[in-house]
């Protein structure tokens, strides 16, 4: 069932396979080893990809699925830097491309838990909707309050098979998605961390900035009371963009607040991802410290 997965979609999570085999996740690494010495499939951080991928005369349809690969990989390297309570989760359909962070409150036993599972209820929820739907609520706050109702079912469904308070699971959210069709993406904000965008003119600017509350060491929480207040949606085109970063708020080496460092700015405009993600790992970052660098064709 593994190969069949992996020949289906070409490269798998190892977080996807251990759901579908709904065994554990070292059974699955073992799997993936053992696989990987019979040379049938190719072992990468975090999950696996078809052998046969790299070595076909690639369609439009196969380079899109590459540069999926290409960031899944990147986005693994930033996962590197990940302590107890970042969570990067990346997802697709035919129609949406899904990236999403959470930063889980500190203390929280099943922080990283309730990131993960909010993360993957967003992405139910944007490609059941979609974003050309999505954009056209009359009416924002309808929307952001669909959403938080997605994500109080999730905590608390979680909460009650666990039989833990709600707070056990609180993170922030940062989300981007993009419709593969029309090209619009949606962004989607709870909390701090930041999302930067590089222009095709060349143009560096921050598309969503941290919130905090009475204090920079606070901050608004997928199980804050007020979250459907602080729920941040946004809406644009793709094609105006040739990078986008998304960190949390450990990551201060590249955004500090609502500001982007002149260095910042040099190395999303002109540097690689492994420039990227080799300057933050560089900075010895006290607080967990996650990126995910989507470039764009």
């Known amino acids: 069932m593994i190969l069949e997965e992996i020949n289906r979609h070409q490269v798998v999570s190892l977080d996807s396979l251990v759901r579908l085999l709904n065994t554990s996740e070292s059974t699955v690494r073992r799997d993936l080893d053992e696989l990987e010495d019979e040379r049938k499939l190719r072992r990468i951080h975090g999950g696996a990809e078809s052998i046969h991928f790299l070595q076909e005369e690639e369609s439009n349809q196969e380079k899109s699925i590459k540069n999926v690969q290409d960031k899944l990989r990147i986005a693994q390297k930033a996962a590197e830097l990940i302590q107890e309570q970042d969570v990067i989760f990346i997802d697709e359909t035919p129609e949406i491309k899904f ?16 990131g993960k599972e909010v993360l993957e209820a967003v992405f ?42 709600k707070a056990e699971y609180a993170s922030t959210l940062v989300v981007l998605a993009y419709d593969t069709y029309t090209g619009n993406y949606a962004i989607i904000h709870l909390g701090d ?60 080496a590249l955004a500090h607040g609502k500001n982007i460092s002149e260095k910042t700015r040099k190395l999303i405009g002109c540097g690689s991802r492994t ?6 790992v560089e900075s010895n970052p006290t607080d967990d410290a996650s990126c995910v660098i989507i470039d764009f064709a």
């Open 193 to 252: 961390g930041s999302i930067i965008g590089r222009k095709k003119d060349g143009g560096i600017s921050m598309l969503s900035s941290p919130e905090n509350g009475l204090t920079t060491g606070y901050t608004w929480l997928t199980t804050s009371q007020e979250a459907l207040l602080h729920l941040r949606i946004g809406f644009g085109c793709i094609q105006d963009f040739k990078r986008i970063v998304m960190i949390t708020d450990g990551a201060t």
């Open 99 to 114: 990236w999403g962070l959470a930063d889980g409150q500190t203390g929280k036993k099943y922080c990283r838990e309730g």
């Open 124 to 165: 139910h929820f944007i490609s059941d909707k979609g974003i050309t739907q999505m954009s056209q609520y009359e009416h924002i706050d309808e929307l952001q309050y669909e959403l938080i109702r997605v994500v109080r079912e999730t905590i608390s469904k979680m909460a009650s098979n666990k039989q833990v308070e």
């Open 275 to 280: 420039d990227i993600v080799t300057s933050l």
